[in-house]
């Protein structure tokens, strides 16, 4: 890094200082606030959004082109050998 990009002010706070421990009941609150929002979605909702993403995955699937599964070759042109003198 660059002289002028470093903060000393910045590093020596950084080198010296040292989170906070999270509160006692700080886990309590997380699991809580999860499972809260968790229970908020009715089951139907979820069920939806279930078929909803399996309908999506299935209807991309359907859509794509299908490509023989062998090699076909391409049809050679016809060419017509005209002798001299000759004329189509």
């Known amino acids: 890094m660059a002289d002028l990009e470093r903060d000393s002010e910045f590093e020596f706070v950084s080198a010296h200082w040292d989170a906070p421990p999270p509160a006692a009941d700080f886990h309590g ?22 078929v909803a993403v399996v309908g999506l995955c299935a ?23 005209i002798s001299q003198g000759e004329h189509p």
């Open 29 to 50: 609150r997380v699991q809580a606030a999860y499972a809260r929002e968790r229970d908020d979605a009715p089951d139907w909702r979820r069920w939806v959004a279930a």
């Open 59 to 81: 209807f991309i699937l359907l859509n794509i082109p299908h490509r023989p599964r062998r090699y076909q070759p391409v049809p050679q042109p016809h060419f017509i050998v």
